[in-house]
């Protein structure tokens, strides 16, 4: 049993219900949980203070890890392969090509840490990942002492990881009981799109969901064009179809959602279904712009994700965060739309919310898992220092990432890795440029 932590820094941010920043208060972590937030001159009450290693953390910031809600975390390996693309050329003409020749049980092996260390770098404690032999995903993350939810991927075409529909879900199930054994790993279903699989699949998934309580994670509504295509093909709406097949309930987790209207938004509040907003991916690939502000003040859980690194190019939530606040502010012609506290809500509770991991991590609380980051604020980007909230959300530099912890386990420790090989990482990344970029 590892000796209590005792973290001391300057200001708490425990993004509970009442939203307290605390100062003059220290958090008490024994083994992966949160065990006490007490008053600093209220240290002597502690049960066992020989015991107890005590981490000064002055003049930062200590608050909930980032959770970043959708992800492709493999594709790091793709970063910057095809740029300046729309959706479905830079899909089909490069990235599928690309996949079909090069994703294996290595380019997962490889691929995670490198995206694991970039997000524990930049504040991300949790990741939703979907994308192909999510068993290999998993056990990296295990290893490596990063929380995530394994994608339990679908698609109706073959690929590397299965040949059909009945061979996705059948290795969908048997990941799942797998990952029982993973403390830090949890499954969700993830078929790929509206448009890449069929109704009799998207039944099963629907009654396996309700059946094991598994979210359902999955692109919806990500472009214009893939609406009106489902329309002129179909005579539904993607989001309409989910309903019609059970779909639309408090386990689905809809990403992207930039076409939306409001008898949808409506829907999607009335069933308490997520959306996770991917603010820089959709700019980039000029997908489309999620009604933030609308979905929020419906009451819709909105999280935050990067999508994969293949077309953000990063897969820092910080960032992310200032993005989705300042576009929401855009779209919506309202300065006041997407405030600091609700930004800093997406990317913490409402990401864990969203995943269904509301009740462990997303907010600093005693009993929850102890996903934590410290954020240095004596950088002079975030200097005069008038309100820690609005710094966080617009002035903030991840580099000013000092510390995290993941389920007690210090991460980063001054800005630099505990166990991780960075250097190992950046040298794989650089055989897998040279092999795909080979002619």
């Not at 200590?62 to 300046?84: E, I, K």
């Not at 009981?177 to 790929?192: G, I, M, Q, R």
Request: charged share 25%; hydrophobic share 45%; with cysteine.
């Amino acid at each position: 049993m590892h000796s209590p932590v005792l973290l001391k820094p300057r200001w708490i941010l425990t993004v509970n219900d009442r939203f307290d920043l605390l100062e003059d208060h220290a958090l008490l972590i024994e083994g992966s949980e949160i065990r006490r937030i007490l008053p600093a001159d209220a240290l002597h009450s502690l049960p066992d203070p020989e015991r107890t290693e005590v981490i000064e953390l002055p003049g930062k910031l200590l608050m909930p890890g980032l959770v970043n809600a959708h992800s492709h975390a493999a594709m790091t390996l793709l970063r910057g392969l095809a740029d300046d693309l729309p959706l479905m050329d830079w899909l089909n003409d490069h990235i599928w090509p690309a996949e079909s020749r090069f994703v294996d049980r290595r380019f997962i092996e490889d691929g995670v840490p490198l995206a694991i260390a970039e997000m524990l770098r930049s504040g991300t404690t949790c990741f939703n990942d979907m994308y192909f032999f999510p068993d290999v995903m998993a056990r990296c993350c295990q290893q490596m002492g990063m929380r995530a939810v394994a994608g339990l991927i679908v698609i109706d075409f073959p690929t590397v990881w299965a040949a059909d529909a009945d061979e996705y879900l059948s290795k969908a199930i048997t990941v799942n009981d797998e990952l029982k054994e993973y403390p830090l790993v949890s499954a969700a279903f993830a078929p790929h799109a509206p448009y890449t699989v069929a109704d009799a699949a998207l039944e099963r998934i629907a009654m396996y969901s309700s059946e094991l309580d598994l979210p359902v994670h999955m692109h919806v509504h990500e472009t214009r064009l893939e609406v009106d295509q489902a329309v002129q093909q179909t005579g539904e709406r993607p989001l309409q179809r989910l309903d019609r097949l059970g779909l639309v309930n408090p386990n689905l987790i809809a990403v992207h959602m930039t076409e939306l209207e409001e008898l949808e938004i409506e829907r999607l509040a009335e069933t308490d279904a997520k959306v996770v907003h991917c603010p820089e991916s959709n700019l980039k690939l000029a997908s489309g712009l999620c009604p933030v502000a609308r979905l929020q003040q419906a009451g819709v859980t909105v999280a935050l994700g990067t999508d994969g690194a293949a077309s953000n190019n990063d897969l820092d939530l910080f960032g992310e965060l200032r993005t989705a606040a300042l576009l929401a502010k855009g779209v919506s012609g309202d300065a006041s739309a997407c405030n600091a506290q609700q930004a800093i809500r997406m990317a913490t509770i409402d990401g864990a919310r969203s995943l269904g991991l509301g009740d462990r991590i997303g907010s600093i609380e005693e009993g929850k898992q102890a996903d934590l980051v410290a954020i240095d604020f004596t950088a002079l980007n975030t200097r005069p220092l008038y309100n820690p909230l609005s710094h966080l959300v617009y002035a903030l530099n991840s580099r000013q990432v000092s510390d995290v912890w993941v389920a007690g386990r210090r991460q980063l420790a001054s800005g630099r890795f505990t166990d991780i090989d960075a250097e190992t990482l950046i040298a794989r990344a650089a055989e897998w440029r040279d092999r795909i970029a080979r002619p």
